[in-house]
Nanobody
Framework: QVQLVESGGGSVQAGGSLRLSCAAS????????MGWFRRAPGKEREGVAT???????VYADSVEGRFTIHKDSAKNTLFLQMNSLRPEDTGMYYC?????????????????????WGQGAQVTVSS
């Protein structure tokens, strides 16, 4: 089992920045995927960005160039730096993780692919 705890959410005006953190504990894997997902009010959860254990990154088109995913492996912590925030970025942001095999290719932005989830951190962007 892997436990994930997000922090760093909050409220910001459009054009502002926020950084989310996700602290991981429990089982460790030499190869893994970690990701950020979000659920906007009234919408389904969608993938934002993923990163694997060799730092290959995938971004959703909607955040490419504005958000940056990175990790501190020594501290078992995942980050999401969010710049140029827009009102449509508002939602609950979730951290996710799974064991991964490089033979599977890139990490997926599909939430059904991940068995481990954090409790979420609220991000609100006002216009």
């Amino acid at each position: 089992q892997v436990q994930l705890v997000e922090s760093g959410g909050g409220s910001v005006q459009a054009g502002g920045s926020l950084r989310l953190s996700c602290a991981a504990s429990g089982d460790t894997y030499s190869s893994y995927c970690m990701g950020w997902f979000r659920r906007a009010p009234g919408k389904e959860r969608e993938g934002v960005a993923t990163i694997d254990s060799v730092d290959e990154i995938v971004y959703a088109d909607s955040v490419e160039g504005r958000f940056t995913i990175h990790k501190d492996s020594a501290k078992n912590t995942l980050f999401l730096q969010m710049n140029s925030l827009r009102p449509e970025d508002t939602g609950m942001y979730y951290c996710s993780a799974r064991e991964w095999d490089r033979a599977w290719g890139s990490c997926h932005l599909a939430d059904t692919w991940y068995p481990f989830w954090g409790q979420g951190a609220q991000v609100t962007v006002s216009s």
